[in-house]
């Protein structure tokens, strides 16, 4: 009978634990002690994407790492599936009951940070932002209208019916000009593959039609900002990033002149070293 009831106690853990995991758009591993920091990756990437990062931060912070739903092993959502992402974090946080976390996010996870901290009340203390910008769409389209942009578009068709050896010659080339580090342009394509496909076609539309450069005006907390210089030259992207964060009232920005977007993997030491001081600041 003991035994009986030992057994029924890990069921009922065991299926807990598997809802707490449905009931989040989202994988989350925690590691470390200390003042909570959200780690959130960049479109397609997974929690990996911040392994050598956590190996360091876990020594003094609780390091709450994502993969995004569609991305990795992560089942995908239905759509809209950006908005159900930002909405799945504000639970989390009042769930977990996490105080003053800090976010650290890199491409889409520097925008997700952005506009979570555009609301009203929200508990962030600081937002460490990784290459990432307010209004990715502004910076692709030079007549950047957030309306036009809708799930079925031509584009958007055309990617879904791309076969599977053309999206991965898309996929090579994107991640040869995201890192100039060739040994991990291998793992960045790798990502892309794995990605379910609709959530790759329609979450970057949604990431596409955000525009927050007004609403970051409304920001109330300390934002740190790595932006890489590569590929396209530190004149340009010092501009680019002065447009986009013009409303941003409190900010700090350091570039790394030698680095593609995925700086943690083409200047780690000085992306280490920059990260431990902005969150000492």
Known sequence: MKALKITHLVLI???FNCINAQDHPFEVQVKGAGQPILLFPGFTCTADVWEDTVMELA????CHVFTFAGFGDVAPIEKPWFPKIKTGVEAYVKEQNLKNPIIVGHSLGGTLGLWLATETEHPFSKIIVVDALPSTGALMMPNFNSEALVYESPWNKQMLAMDNASFAVMAAQRATGMSMNKEKQGQIKDWILQADRETYVYGYTDLL???LREDIGKINIPVIILAAAQPYGLEMVKSTYVKQYKKLQ????EFAADAAHFIMYDSPIWFQEKLITSLGN
């Not at 020594?59 to 609780?62: G, W």
């Open 13 to 15: 853990i065991i299926t």
């Open 59 to 62: 020594k003094n912070y609780e």
């Open 209 to 211: 039609k955000l525009d």
């Open 250 to 253: 409190n900010y700090e920005i």
